[in-house]
């Protein structure tokens, strides 16, 4: 399994930026795809955008497609989301997942290891 550990979140006005950030150790972080969930209080946790394992294909959800980027460096272990024109209906706790082997992938029953998670909250 891969360990991470996210970092960068924060209290936001709304409109405003944040990039998240997940430092990632084990051996095949670098050979399998991540993402960006999040859960919201009441909610189930949702995802948000996955990228392959090299960097080159990207999914995001349409509720942050346009406003937000997700990156890699895998010779530094880590995937960012750049998070743009916050909303308050963004405010969530953000979780970083590696999957299960899978180089891409979308469906969230494919990651199986899960940082902590990061607050983040946008206030109107």
């Known amino acids: 399994q891969v360990q991470l550990v996210e970092s960068g979140g924060g209290l936001v006005q709304a409109g405003g930026s944040l990039r998240l950030s997940c430092a990632a150790s084990?051996?095949?972080?670098?050979?399998?795809?991540t993402g960006w969930f999040r859960q919201a209080p009441g909610k189930e946790r949702e995802i948000v955008s996955t990228i392959n394992w090299k960097g080159t294909s990207r999914y995001y959800a349409d509720s942050v497609k346009g406003r937000s980027t997700i990156s890699r460096d895998n010779a530094k272990s880590m995937v960012y989301l750049q998070m743009n024109s916050l909303k308050p209906e963004d405010t969530a706790i953000y979780y970083c997942?590696?999957?299960?082997?899978?180089?891409?992938?979308?469906?969230?029953?494919?990651?199986?290891?899960w940082g902590q998670g990061t607050q983040v909250t946008v206030s109107s």
């Open positions: 997942a590696a999957s299960n082997g899978r180089l891409f992938t979308t469906t969230p029953s494919d990651f199986d290891s």
């Open positions: 084990g051996r095949t972080f670098s050979s399998v795809a």
